[in-house]
């Protein structure tokens, strides 16, 4: 069961280089978020997505795009990385409308930019 | 003010200890309440969740949420070391467009020693 799945698992960037963060689901969810997580803090919403098509942003979404061509994949773009931006990064779905529904979340991609 | 409070600990107990782990909260709006285990170099798992106030039990977990005091908690009774990972509560208010915005806690990292 692939569930939802990130790549790379680590890289390391130099400051004011850019890429993209993979993720693909293959439940068929709708409905697709990345988060960040810093050492010792919650995670935080930076953009999230209810369909192919459709993004919006989250609570961070400053240095970061986004886009949705279909279902499956949700890719996280950095533009011109930051030392802020050195973070764990986890991409996340769910399904159906209404509250309390799982949300899956992926093993996670650990950046650091230098 | 933080939405959502947390103690961070960490918090180490014998095994077969009752756990009590607790998040409060500001923003009155919240409805969804949740509990996430994150294992080391993990992505989080939802563990429990409880729509608007009451409790819920599942096998040795119990999660209780008081929206009057805007308080929620996480039991554990007869703690295994299988146990040990970080906690994470979350939380969200009404769904937009079907996607479920958590706000996180800041997590609790607990070891359960033998």
């Known amino acids: 069961n692939a569930g939802v799945t990130q790549t790379p698992k680590f890289r390391i960037l130099k400051i004011g280089q850019s890429m993209t963060l993979q993720c693909t689901q293959d439940?068929?969810?709708?409905?697709m978020y990345w988060y960040r997580q810093d050492p010792g803090m919650g995670l935080k919403l930076i953009y999230y997505?209810?369909?192919?098509?459709?993004?919006d942003k989250g609570e961070v979404p400053n240095g970061y795009n986004v886009s949705r061509s279909t279902t499956e994949d949700f890719p996280l773009r950095l533009e011109l990385a930051a030392p802020s931006q050195t973070s764990v990064y986890f991409c996340?779905?769910?399904?159906?409308?209404?509250?309390?529904?799982?949300?899956?979340f992926g093993e996670g991609s650990w950046l650091t930019v230098v | 003010q933080k939405e959502v409070e947390q103690d961070p600990g960490p918090l180490s107990v014998p095994e077969g200890a009752i756990v009590s782990l607790n998040c409060t909260y500001s923003?009155?709006?919240?409805?969804?309440f949740m509990w996430y285990r994150q294992y080391s170099r993990k992505g989080p798992e939802l563990l429990m969740y409880?729509?608007?106030?009451g409790n819920k039990e599942d096998g040795r977990f119990t999660a209780q949420v008081d929206k009057s005091s805007k308080y929620i908690s996480l039991f554990i009774r007869d703690s295994q070391p299988s146990d040990s990972a970080t906690y994470l509560c979350?939380?969200?208010?009404?769904?937009?467009?079907?996607?479920?915005?958590?706000?996180f806690g800041q997590g609790t990292r607990l070891t359960i020693n033998p």
């Open positions: 996340a779905s769910s399904s159906s409308v209404g509250g309390g529904n799982t949300i899956y």
């Open positions: 439940m068929n969810h709708n409905y």
């Open positions: 997505s209810v369909g192919a098509g459709i993004t």
């Open positions: 923003n009155s709006a919240f409805q969804y």
């Open positions: 409880t729509y608007s106030s």
């Open positions: 979350a939380m969200s208010g009404l769904i937009i467009q079907g996607a479920q915005k958590l706000v």
